[in-house]
């Protein structure tokens, strides 16, 4: 059976191996960090996880390793069910591109036992990405955690009304996903979402004018209502 350490390494030549220079700088454009990166498409690290499946130790190491595309295939390949705060914590301290917090939050922390106390305490955090990622699990949660009741939504809509204000571009547009994916969990949660995003819409802030505008715009539409009522049938 081969090690975690030569999987770790094998999987990085891989990544290497299909590096896409052009890739990296249409990444660039978008916001998403260069550093380590070697413009390797999600679906193709999919792939590449599918393959190695489950492994802790493997999910370690390739977090370790830095590169922008082993910290995405971290996320598929971790267990859920065993990842730890502290784990969580440390993880979240190295985000720094916005897609890696996407990726991870919305494959593995979100799966976790600790992804609603996360994203309590961390949407009131200092840095950029762990505040987003207290929204993006949000946000996903609202499409994710089918037993949670929607009393366990309507605690957070106070919280993205209170962070509303935060003018950084990836705090800003996270609270704005967590504001519109709760409405879009359910008919009575969509009333509540809108109720708070045009409480939103009096605070003095562009920020808060954009995110209560855009969730209103997406709320209100007949398509989505449509989708709602379909999914909830």
């Not at 949660?141 to 309507?154: C, G, N, Q, R, T």
């Not at 979402?193 to 969730?215: R, V």
Request: charged residues 30%; hydrophobic residues 45%.
């Amino acid at each position: 059976m081969q090690s975690a350490k030569d999987l770790c390494a094998e999987i990085i030549e891989k990544i290497k191996s299909m590096a896409n220079p052009r890739n990296v700088e249409g990444m660039a454009r978008f916001g998403i960090n260069s550093k380590n990166t070697y413009g390797v498409q999600v679906f193709k690290l999919r792939a590449i996880a599918k393959e190695a499946g489950k492994n802790h130790e493997l999910a370690q190491l390739l977090w370790d390793s830095q590169i922008h595309e082993a910290r995405i295939i971290a996320a598929y390949v971790e267990d859920p069910k065993i990842v730890t705060e502290a784990q969580m914590e440390k993880w979240a301290l190295d985000f720094d591109s916005w897609d890696v917090c996407d990726q991870v939050c919305s494959n593995l922390f979100d799966r976790t036992e600790f992804a609603w106390k996360k994203a309590f305490e961390w949407s009131g955090r200092k840095e950029e990405f762990v505040k987003r990622a207290g929204f993006v699990i949000m946000a996903v949660l609202a499409s994710h955690d089918k037993k949670a009741p929607d009393s366990k939504f309507v605690e957070l809509l106070p919280i993205i009304k209170r962070e509303s204000c935060d003018e950084r571009n990836y705090v800003r547009k996270a609270v704005n996903w967590a504001l519109r994916g709760i409405g879009k969990r359910n008919m009575d949660l969509n009333k509540a979402a809108i109720a708070m995003a045009k409480d939103i819409a009096k605070i003095d802030s562009k920020t808060a004018h954009w995110i209560a505008a855009d969730a209103i715009r997406e709320l209100e539409a007949q398509k989505t209502i449509e989708r709602i009522c379909r999914k909830n049938k």
